[in-house]
């Protein structure tokens, strides 16, 4: 956490998409389950979750991301952590394993 103890806001995130910027990508964009070659990922659209609802969550990690405890206990996080809403700037894809 800075010291400054000044707080991000989930629409305040920034995110870094080095990983897909610089890597190939499958040139397949429908999603379905497949063997994929010389690409490190798939593009892929999260699947939404029937009332989401939080567990838990790593408040070490929010520290680091300057999320209060405030925040991280809202509707607003579980909906974006459960992958039922994007924020601006967020990337998805999925990574090739095996």
């Not at 990922?41 to 567990?55: A, D, E, G, I, N």
């Not at 925040?71 to 607003?76: G, S």
Request: net charge negative; hydrophobic share 35%.
């Amino acid at each position: 956490m800075n010291n400054q103890l000044k707080f991000q806001t989930l629409d305040t995130l920034a995110f870094d998409n080095s990983f897909t910027r610089e890597l190939p990508a499958d040139p397949e964009t429908e999603n379905y389950r497949r063997q994929v070659k010389q690409a490190c990922y798939s593009r892929v659209k999260p699947t939404k979750v029937s009332q989401p609802q939080l567990v838990s969550y790593a408040r070490e990690m929010a520290e680091k991301l300057d999320l209060a405890s405030e925040v991280c206990e809202t509707a607003d996080f579980v909906e974006v952590f459960s992958g039922n809403r994007l924020l601006a700037g967020m990337d998805c894809y999925s990574t090739c394993y095996g």
